[in-house]
């Protein structure tokens, strides 16, 4: 590994706080590694860019997927989660999930969650799609996410872990021999831009989320702008497969205008046996697959999509009237509300859906134990890619695989404490190179970027509207570069035009990965290449940055992950006869 000395236009930091580790996200991932890793006695400090509750996690509404049910096993769930995979999920890593999956619920629920009951007082469970088995654990009906993170914030609040809100995390630092040293980041003021700080520390975790503020609409909140993987890259690390980015099938219809986060519809409502519905009332799923409405996500949003084009329609329909008002409001009290507060009564009428941008199934490529190609650095959570998703998550397994990673990272961290190794040292971090820099964005470009992506890289792909993306990004880019490189001047930094620049290094990487795979995989489909093509494409994606700020992109010679070890990394595939190389 190699940094690559970028890193972004910020004031140097006008103040540090020493740590044994620091955890970058309050979602279940970083807050559990972070309770893990006090509870091993390391002095923990949590950053995050809200509150401590304001993450991703407490959106999730469908529940946390674990063979805990009668008659159910991790190896049916492990069967589930790589045919949902579509071929690319490193089945090590999913027998991790599944094996150590229901423990890890156990102790979640040792922590303080919990969890809707059944009438002898079991745990009640669900299905969703791409499941065979009723194995998702939920919580307020359709409040999962919220229960979670309620349960772990107390937890670090009773046990008073030092935590730092309204945070955005800017660059990885480093020592002189490249291991983590720490991270530096801006305490967001009364719009000030004088909060930059750093916390030292030989172990970082990101636990950043998602980057799905890279689409105009998306069930991400506001914060989620790909900020880990941005840092990640600029600091060297390889990120993997950021081209599947799953759309959510049923996410609630606002308008063709409608932008930033969306009201979702989970898909606890198909498994509970709402239908998919076009407006004449024709359920177009039965045929396209065994499952129907609960085929995996790909499958259903794709389903969705051809319809809508058949039609003309801007959205097909969700049809759960049969339930009832009282199962509406005992089950899923959260989404009855977000309906009718845009006028639809789901009780009495059918749901507007379509889909948006909701998870990313790539992002910095991680061992076994969260590791990542730069020593000392971790990744948990929706900002990791651990070989669990492939191709296209299985539902509910994100919040199961923060769960399982984030306590083998600490597991980590505490045993290289213990025996004297890398996180045993005193970080000592050297400075920033003065060049090069990352030119910042204006902030209406992360708008920009928005129509951009949504326009080529949404559900429906091909090799032109993904050039035609391309295209666009880099005139966007180069402006900002051009206007750096001939007069030194850049964007104000600020929280705005820091994330509008992520924004952009997440969306060059996803478009580099998208044009190149041409295929049809999982949630990643080309119209221009309809089949999957496991000759060529059951391999992984590989992109890092070059210092002069180009992308290096490269594939594995099979679906199995190289270890993240730079002693031990595998064999990459050049694609063609040179290694890809693009303007990022």
């Not at 102790?107 to 059944?118: K, Q, V």
């Not at 009428?349 to 991680?366: F, L, N």
Request: hydrophobic share 40%.
């Amino acid at each position: 590994m190699t940094s690559t000395g970028i890193r972004l236009h910020a004031p140097e930091p006008g103040w540090s706080i020493p740590a044994d580790v620091v955890v970058v996200g309050s979602g279940v991932a970083g807050l559990t590694a972070a309770l893990r890793c006090e509870a091993a006695g390391l002095r923990t400090v949590v950053v995050t860019k809200a509150r401590l509750d304001d993450g991703s996690t407490r959106w999730a509404q469908g529940g946390i997927a674990a063979a805990l049910g009668e008659g159910d096993t991790p190896e049916q769930h492990l069967e589930d989660t790589l045919v949902a995979g579509a071929g690319l999920c490193d089945e090590e890593a999913v027998r991790i999930l599944v094996t150590e999956g229901p423990d890890a619920v156990r102790r979640l629920i040792s922590t303080g969650a919990h969890f809707d009951t059944d009438g002898a007082g079991g745990i009640e469970l669900t299905r969703e799609g791409g499941h065979h088995r009723r194995r998702i654990a939920h919580a307020g009906g359709d409040a999962t996410g919220a229960e979670i993170s309620r349960a772990l914030v107390e937890a670090v609040r009773a046990r008073g872990l030092r935590t730092i809100e309204n945070a955005l995390v800017l660059d990885l630092l480093t020592d002189a021999e490249g291991r983590t040293a720490g991270v530096t980041l801006h305490v967001m003021g009364e719009g000030q831009h004088d909060g930059v700080g750093a916390v030292l520390a030989p172990a970082v975790v990101l636990a950043t989320g998602g980057m799905g503020q890279v689409f105009s609409a998306t069930t991400n909140p506001s914060v989620s702008t790909g900020d880990g993987v941005a840092l990640a890259l600029r600091a060297g690390a390889e990120v993997s497969d950021l081209e599947f980015v799953q759309f959510h099938p049923t996410v609630l219809f606002l308008g063709p205008d409608a932008e930033g986060q969306q009201p979702l519809v989970s898909e606890a409502v198909r498994g509970e046996g709402a239908h998919l519905v076009d407006a004449d009332g024709v359920r177009f799923m039965v045929g396209q697959h065994e499952l129907a409405e609960l085929a995996p996500r790909d499958i259903v949003a794709k389903g969705i999509t051809r319809r809508m084009q058949e039609q003309g329609a801007e959205h097909m329909f969700l049809d759960a009237r049969h339930f009832g008002a009282e199962m509406w409001e005992h089950r899923f009290p959260t989404i009855l509300a977000a309906c009718r507060t845009h006028g639809i009564d789901p009780v009495t009428e059918p749901i507007p859906v379509a889909p948006a941008a909701h998870y990313a199934s790539g992002g910095v490529r991680t061992d076994s134990r969260g590791r990542t190609t730069v020593p000392g650095l971790y990744a948990c959570g929706e900002v990791a890619c651990t070989g669990v998703h492939g191709a296209n998550r299985l539902a509910s397994n994100s919040l199961l695989e923060g769960l399982v990673y984030a306590e083998r990272i600490a597991a980590d961290i505490a045993r290289g404490r213990t025996e004297g190794g890398l996180h045993a040292r005193v970080p000592e971090p050297v400075p920033h190179p003065e060049k090069p820099a990352q030119p910042l964005l204006a902030p209406e470009d992360r708008f920009a970027i928005q129509r951009i992506m949504t326009d080529g890289a949404g559900v429906l792909r091909s090799a032109r509207s993904l050039q035609e993306a391309s295209d666009r990004l880099h005139r966007l880019h180069s402006d900002a570069r051009d206007a750096l490189e001939e007069n030194g001047k850049t964007s104000e930094p600020g929280v705005d035009t820091w994330e509008a620049t992520n924004l952009m290094c997440v969306a060059r990487v996803l478009v580099a990965g998208a044009l190149l795979r041409a295929e049809t995989r999982g949630c990643h489909w080309r119209e221009d290449h309809a089949d999957r093509d496991d000759a060529d494409w059951r391999r992984h994606i590989v992109v890092t940055l070059n210092p002069d700020r180009t992308l290096a992109v490269r594939t594995t010679d099979t679906a199995d992950f190289p270890p993240t070890l730079p002693q031990a990394l595998g064999p990459v595939r050049a694609v063609g006869t040179a290694m890809h190389s693009q303007e990022q």
